[in-house]
C-alpha cells in the first residue's frame, strides 16, 4: 500500500503520487446523484464539484482498465474532464492520437484534476502559466484544451506528431523540467481516450 504524505506547506494528501485531499481539492464522489457540471474547477466549495452518472460510471469502468497512476483513483470529476479534453478533440477535428497526448499530459500535470492553483501561476488541468490567458480561460477544460491543441499544432504543424511518440510530443509541447514522466502514462492515456472516443 503506497505510503500517505500530507505536505504541510501547502495542505494536499498525497498517496502513491495521486492527490487526494486538501484546500481547493474535492473528497471522491460519494456514489449520490447530481446535476451535470463537468469538470469544474475544484475549489473548497465542493459544491461546486458536481458529476453525472455516466461521469460514476465511466469512473468505476476505467478503474479497471489502468494501470499506472491513474489506476484505482478515477472518480467522477476526473472522468468529467477526461470526457471534456476528448469532446474537445473531436470537435476540433484531431484524432485519438492528439487527444492521447493532451491526456498524457493532464495525467502528469494534476492527475485530471482542475485545479485552481499549482507551481507559480499555474492552473488548470494541464498547470497552464499566466501567458496563455486568464486563470477563469485556464480552468475552462475546453478553451485550455484548445490552448493546448494551439501550442501542439504550433510545434508540430501538419500533424506532424503522429511521427514521434505521445510523451516526446507532450514535453515538447509542455517544456516540463522532467521531461520523461509523460512517456509512463501514455497508455493509460490511450485508454481513457479510447473509452471516451
Not at 10 to 24: D, F, Q, R, V, Y
Not at 101 to 119: F, K, P, Q, R, S
Not at 137 to 154: G, I, K
Amino acid at each position: 500500500m503506497p505510503k500517505s504524505v500530507f505536505t504541510a506547506t501547502t495542505g494536499l494528501l498525497l498517496a502513491g503520487g495521486i492527490l487526494l485531499a486538501g484546500p481547493g481539492v474535492a473528497a471522491a464522489d460519494d456514489g449520490s446523484d447530481s446535476p451535470e457540471k463537468g469538470c469544474a474547477a475544484l475549489s473548497s466549495d465542493d459544491s461546486a464539484n458536481v458529476y453525472t452518472d455516466d461521469d460514476k460510471k465511466a469512473a468505476k469502468d476505467l478503474n479497471g482498465r489502468l494501470s499506472d497512476d491513474m489506476a484505482g483513483h478515477m472518480d467522477g470529476h476526473r472522468a468529467s474532464c477526461a470526457r471534456g479534453v476528448v469532446e474537445t478533440a473531436k470537435e476540433r477535428g484531431l484524432d485519438e492520437k492528439a487527444a492521447s497526448i493532451a491526456m498524457a499530459t493532464v495525467i502528469v500535470e494534476t492527475h485530471l484534476e482542475n485545479l485552481t492553483g499549482g507551481d507559480r501561476d499555474s492552473v488548470g488541468l494541464y498547470q497552464q502559466r499566466d501567458h496563455y490567458g486568464s486563470a477563469e480561460s485556464r480552468l475552462d477544460v475546453a478553451w485550455a484544451t484548445d490552448a493546448f491543441f494551439d501550442e501542439l499544432e504550433n510545434v508540430y504543424p501538419n500533424e506532424s506528431w503522429n511521427d514521434a511518440s505521445i510523451g516526446v510530443v507532450a514535453q515538447d509541447v509542455q517544456r516540463s523540467a522532467y521531461p520523461d514522466r509523460y512517456g509512463y502514462q501514455a497508455d493509460d492515456a490511450k485508454v481513457i481516450v479510447d473509452y471516451f472516443w
